[in-house]
Nanobody, 121 residues
Framework: QVQLVESGGGLVQPGGSLRLSCKAS????????MGWYRQAPGNSRELVAA???????NYGDSVKGRFTISRDNAKNTVYLQMNSLKPEDTAVYYC???????????????WGQGTQVTVSS
């Protein structure tokens, strides 16, 4: 069983910062990439940031220059530093991992339960 557990969400004022964490645990063989997606009411789920096990990164256009993704491969943990937060960043943020478990023959996408980030004054 693979589990992704997020932490760090909450309420922050515009211009503030939050740091999200996501730890993958369970019967993991290897992790190809981890990342964050978000979904606001009425919107589709969109990529926020992703990072491979070697450190290559991708960012959604709306967060470039404000958010930074990083990882600790030894801890199977990914972080998202969110700076200069705007009200439009308000969404449920979902951790994603593309990994192979002992039950898989290849890489599969796994998802966390989501954590609420609210940016409001």
């Amino acid at each position: 069983q693979v589990q992704l557990v997020e932490s760090g969400g909450g309420l922050v004022q515009p211009g503030g910062s939050l740091r999200l964490s996501c730890k993958a645990s369970g019967s993991i063989v290897s992790i190809n990439a981890m990342g964050w997606y978000r979904q606001a009411p009425g919107n589709s789920r969109e990529l926020v940031a992703a990072i491979t096990s070697t450190g290559s990164t991708n960012y959604g256009d709306s967060v470039k220059g404000r958010f930074t993704i990083s990882r600790d491969n030894a801890k199977n943990t990914v972080y998202l530093q969110m700076n200069s937060l705007k009200p439009e960043d308000t969404a449920v943020y979902y951790c994603n991992a593309r990994l192979r478990s002992y039950h898989d023959t290849g890489n599969r996408n796994y998802w966390g339960q989501g954590t609420q980030v609210t940016v409001s004054s």
